[in-house]
């Protein structure tokens, strides 16, 4: 379900998977007639999803160095997981447009044990200040084997915290958060580990891989 548990030092996170993908992403072209790239990122916490450097935040410049890719979406700064970014403008319409209702797995660490009763909310919709979410496909999973958050979650004494599984077509700001918020079970922890068919696998926080288009 998660990546293994990830024992590498912050630096060598920094360190890309590149090296054995470098000339794999070939199939399709942007419009200029260049070779389509799509490149994955397993966002570590905190990091903001822009590449100009705001001085006091880490930025996808401390991780990615290839030129002229950008982000496919976002995930917030205190969310982790997969981000898929490409040089091909077409790519990045199709996974981001509502339109095409392209399917996002998530993995969430709740408050509580959830219930049954809130499970059923999510795959029925929620209704939140933004309208009513479409049906989720939700359930209660055992707890993923992803290493320790740094800094960890924030934890209540003798309030027990579990994990569901939630895939959605949607891409409302903070839309997960809001959704388990309202059925009574705030998020701790949210991993998104699948956009469509690109997976999240054994990339570990900060490292990166291509794979071809």
């Known amino acids: 379900m998660g990546v293994p548990t990830n024992k590498k030092t912050n630096q060598q996170h920094r360190k890309s998977k ?27 916490f905190g990091v ?10 880490p930025t996808l410049a401390n991780y990615i160095s290839l030129p002229d890719i950008y ?23 199709r996974i ?13 660490q709740v408050e509580g044990i959830i219930s049954e009763e809130a499970l059923h909310q999510l795959r029925t919709g929620i209704a939140l200040k933004d309208g009513k979410t479409l049906p989720a496909k939700a359930q209660r999973i055992e707890p993923p084997n992803f290493a320790e958050r740094i ?35 705030p998020t701790l922890r949210l991993i998104r ?5 690109w997976q999240l696998g054994e990339l570990q926080p900060g490292e990166w891989c291509l794979t071809p288009s």
């Open 18 to 44: 590149h090296t054995a993908s470098t000339n794999a992403a070939t199939k399709n072209r942007p419009d200029d007639g260049t070779s389509t790239t799509i490149l994955l990122f397993h966002k570590p």
């Open 48 to 57: 903001i999803c822009q590449f100009s450097r705001d001085g006091t935040r």
């Open 71 to 93: 982000a496919a979406g976002r995930l917030d700064q205190d969310s982790e997981g997969l981000l898929v970014l490409t040089n091909d403008g077409k790519l990045q319409q």
């Open 96 to 108: 981001t447009h509502p339109k095409h209702k392209l399917e996002k797995t998530y993995l969430a």
């Open 151 to 185: 800094p960890p979650i924030r934890e209540r004494k003798n309030i027990p915290t579990s994990w569901l599984e939630l895939r959605i077509c949607e891409g409302r700001n903070r839309q997960v958060r809001r959704m388990t918020a309202a059925t009574g079970f």
């Open 193 to 197: 580990t699948r956009i469509g068919e």
